[in-house]
């Protein structure tokens, strides 16, 4: 008996296969699938298309289907955002349609590719077939190099109908064509967003890439715009959602309750003049305990975020997200809604706050003792800034610090000299990094910039807070709950050996298989002060460090010369320490908003996403300083400024000025009439038949040529008598033509 033919598919039987198996819609898995044969294969065939052309399906990867307005079996996407559950979201790489995409959730299970928010991955696409949901689950098939179709730009139009868009990137050196129909209310000078236009034509204008503007941001000429391009490029939030703000704005202001009373030691917070939150507060006194003579008691007490942060919440949400903090020379993206980051988490003086404290004993040589963490309620005795605490230690007091002078500030400087002992025992890392300070004007112009003064009491503060975050990192591991480290690892092989080869060059013993600590690295910088060497051992020695991160695996922090070691004192700027008062919540029992579960379950994805926000910020603040000295220094052309030498390529020279901290740029083309070459193992440029040399870490003087606050860029040339006559060799050689080469044949 012949086997039955089975029924020629319908169009929308199609749609659904192709939908619930998107992995198998190529024209011969279809005809597979509803096992067409003979004549009826071109029959389908004519199908296909007519459904193509119709609008019904789309082609996609490798000569499969897609229904239209779904996505396609394989694709590539960025990674956007991440949702209450602290899964990752993305959305296709390129998104031509006016409505918004379908949803992408990344596959909670795939570590392996280690990807958070602002990366791009190839992904295979299958439905989410979870009840309640829809869209797509993405399961990552390859994490992609970041080469976004979306950048920053400044657009210039010279007619009607024609505009180009010059990108803020300096490393980006193309230029975009914008026709009239994409310029999105854009006008000349404004700051745009722009994508790259899919196209494989050339334009009849040079080698402009189409693109158009998705959105605008104001006029270039807006000093406000300067930080605006870091935050936009480095896909800062800056906009709270709707949930997240109501429930700051539902926030109640502290009760005692069943917390630890505080209010009567006269706990203070010691920050910088400009601060406007005030995250940790400071105590100290010397033990009266007769086994510990010679010892101390210090309290540091940390605002309680967690009490308003919860778990899940939508505050928790977008403090997730954010990471951290962001700081700019003209605003503070913050990572709480002001009303919680500046008013109820903040200690201010005299009002009543939560705090998540930390009692710690040290014996007579700076060794802990013990420790104790208590939840309580505190009341600030004193706002002070930097300079008043400092100032009241040197003598000088005011009506602010004198009634406190003996009580509190004495005894804070008696410990930290105790605290001082176990830091020279444990011998952390040395290592001065000069910091500049940008002072703006009303405008939003920079009125000054200055160097920050590194005072006894920022000393004080920082270690207090060293001490409260080995208690916070010792706590969780020893109650066995998890806990997201802070780790800085010692230096790569690969980073010693150049470290070793240059100080060679030096004429300087670095020896080879030695155990690396700290203080090998403080001997060498010792070893060089007061040495023409010293800049440049310093720098190379920075550069040989590891950067530190977040891990839930312990490897210690090597700078700081630690074997454990965690953020517990910033829940206000840093989302890894509010995960560490939850741990000690959970850990010891102080309350029910302690670590949850979903909060475990995504401990690793959660601490390479915070170092993925920390390190954008930190990439969006640099860029924002570099475009605001480029600002400033764009009134000072042919000025010639005193800096240093901070690095060398084969095409040039890097410089930081001395007295701004700006760093340019001098091309190797301008060094004169020589070859000069580049010597990697050196760090240093050279000239062939000059001599003539110029390497990491000297002095030396330049004239500004060229400073675009646009992208942040200064161009530089160097003053240099030998290099004078070099370059005067080379413009006498202008005036004479080479004869012209005589063509063949």
């Not at 899940?312 to 700019?328: E, H, P, Q, V, W």
């Not at 062939?688 to 000297?698: A, I, K, P, R, V």
Request: glycine share 6%; with cysteine; proline share 5%.
């Amino acid at each position: 008996m012949a086997k039955e033919k089975a029924p020629f598919p319908e169009p929308q039987q199609i749609l659904e296969f192709i939908r619930q198996n998107p992995s198998r819609s190529s024209k011969r898995e279809i005809t597979r699938a509803f096992q067409v044969k003979d004549e009826d294969k071109i029959r389908l065939k004519k199908l296909l298309r007519k459904m193509t052309t119709e609008g019904q399906l789309e082609k996609s990867h490798k000569s499969k289907m897609h229904v239209s307005g779904d996505l396609p079996s394989v694709l590539v996407v960025n990674i956007n955002d991440i949702d209450k559950h602290g899964d990752l979201l993305a959305r296709p790489d390129v998104w031509q349609n006016k409505q918004d995409p379908p949803k992408i959730l990344m596959f909670a299970h795939d570590k392996s590719n280690k990807l958070a928010v602002g990366d791009k991955a190839l992904v295979r696409l299958n439905p989410n077939h979870n009840k309640g949901e829809s869209g797509y689950i993405a399961k990552v098939i390859k994490k992609l190099e970041q080469q976004s179709s979306q950048f920053m730009g400044i657009f210039k139009s010279d007619d009607e109908n024609i505009a180009f868009v010059n990108p803020t990137d300096k490393k980006d050196r193309n230029h975009y064509l914008i026709a009239k129909n994409d310029w999105n209310g854009a006008k000349d000078g404004t700051l745009v967003l722009i994508q790259i236009k899919p196209s494989n034509q050339r334009s009849r204008h040079g080698q402009a890439k189409p693109a158009k503007v998705l959105k605008c941001f104001g006029s270039i000429d807006d000093a406000r715009s300067i930080s605006l391009i870091a935050i936009i490029s480095q896909g800062i939030p800056t906009e709270f959602s709707d949930g997240a703000l109501l429930e700051a704005q539902k926030s109640q202001p502290p009760k005692l309750g069943s917390r630890t009373d505080l209010r009567h030691i006269p706990l203070i917070t010691v920050d910088p003049s400009d601060a406007r939150d005030h995250d940790d507060a400071i105590w100290a006194e010397m033990d009266d305990s007769p086994k510990n003579q010679g010892g101390c008691h210090i309290i540091i007490a940390i605002a309680d975020v967690a009490e308003y942060v919860k778990p899940g919440s939508d505050l928790d949400i977008d403090a997730r997200k954010r990471g951290n903090s962001t700081y700019f020379p003209d605003r503070v993206v913050p990572m709480l809604p002001e009303s919680l980051s500046n008013g109820l988490c903040s200690l201010h003086e005299g009002e009543d706050r939560y705090t998540m404290a930390v009692h710690i004993w040290f014996n007579k040589d700076g060794k802990k003792i013990k420790h104790q963490f208590v939840r309580g309620l505190m009341k600030s005795a004193a706002s002070l800034s930097y300079e008043e605490f400092q100032s009241a230690k040197d003598g000088v007091s005011s009506e602010r610090t004198a009634p406190i002078l003996e009580t509190v500030i004495k005894p804070l400087y008696q410990a930290y000299d105790i605290l001082q002992k176990g830091r020279a025992h444990r011998e952390p890392l040395e290592l001065f990094v000069p910091e500049k300070k940008i002072n703006l004007d009303q405008q939003g112009n920079i009125s000054s910039i200055v160097n920050r003064i590194s005072l006894s009491a920022h000393k004080l503060v920082e270690e207090f807070m060293i001490q409260a975050n080995v208690a916070a990192a010792e706590e969780l591991e020893a109650k066995n709950t998890p806990c997201i480290y802070r780790i800085h690892e010692q230096p790569s092989l690969d980073k010693l050996e150049t470290l070793r080869l240059f100080m060679k060059s030096l004429d300087y013993n670095f020896a080879k298989g030695q155990v690396i600590k700290p203080k090998i690295f403080n001997n060498l910088l010792k070893t060089v002060k007061g040495t023409p060497q010293e800049n440049v051992v310093g720098t190379i020695i920075l550069r040989t460090q590891m950067q530190a991160k977040y891990s839930p695996d312990n490897h210690g922090h090597f700078g700081l010369s630690l074997t454990r070691y965690g953020h517990f004192t910033s829940p206000i700027r840093r989302y890894a320490d509010i995960l560490i008062h939850r741990g000690l919540i959970k850990a010891l029992k102080l309350g029910n908003d302690g670590l949850s579960k979903n909060d475990i379950e995504h401990l690793y994805d959660t601490a390479e996403h915070i170092s993925t926000t920390e390190r954008n910020s930190m990439i969006a603040e640099r860029n924002s300083i570099e475009r605001y000295v480029a600002h400033y220094m764009s009134k000072k052309i042919d000025e010639i400024f005193e800096g240093k030498i901070n690095g060398a390529i084969g095409a040039g020279l890097f410089i930081t000025l001395y007295d701004t901290g700006g760093e340019g740029f001098i091309p190797i083309s301008t060094l004169g009439n020589d070859y000069f070459h580049y010597d990697k193992e050196h760090q240093l440029i050279k000239g062939e038949h000059s001599g003539l040399t110029y390497q990491l870490g000297d002095s030396v003087n330049v004239r500004l040529k060229e400073a675009n606050p646009i992208t942040g860029g200064l161009i530089f040339e160097l003053i240099d008598e030998q290099l004078s006559k070099l370059q005067g060799r080379k413009n006498a050689g202008k005036k004479h033509r080479r004869p012209t080469r005589r063509k063949r044949g």
